[in-house]
């Protein structure tokens, strides 16, 4: 069974940053792709970010387009949201996901697996 394990949030002021971690147990697909969605509640599951199997590729949602990068170490298991010049409208709780297929995917449906979820509070 494929586990996803996030680490790394918290509260943080308007403006400060906060690096989100999640370490995969096992693979899906040596070439599988990665993501980072997050939640408000009583919305939808919203795309933050994803990256291919080599981290050559991302991609990001507008919102979080040059504040947040993605990034992953295959010898780890593990990927990486750097979130930085929060914002208030930030505040959700961050997943990350694993595929087995190939490349990026940007719905919740794309992906297979899904870690626990990690709380961001950004205050104003």
């Known amino acids: 069974q494929v586990q996803l394990v996030e680490s790394g949030g918290g509260l943080v002021q308007a403006g400060g940053s906060l690096r989100l971690s999640c370490v995969v147990s096992q693979r899906t697909s040596v070439r599988g792709g990665l993501g980072w969605f997050r939640e408000v509640r009583g919305k939808d599951r919203q795309f933050v970010a994803a990256i291919n199997w080599s981290g050559g590729s991302t991609y990001y949602a507008d919102s979080v387009k040059g504040r947040f990068t993605i990034s992953r170490d295959n010898a780890k298991n593990t990927q990486y949201l750097q979130m930085n010049s929060l914002k208030p409208e930030d505040t959700a709780v961050y997943y990350c996901?694993?595929?087995?297929?190939?490349?990026?995917?940007?719905?919740?449906?794309?992906?297979?697996?899904w870690g626990q979820g990690t709380q961001v509070t950004v205050s104003s």
């Open positions: 996901a694993s595929r087995g297929a190939v490349g990026l995917g940007t719905s919740v449906r794309d992906y297979d697996y």
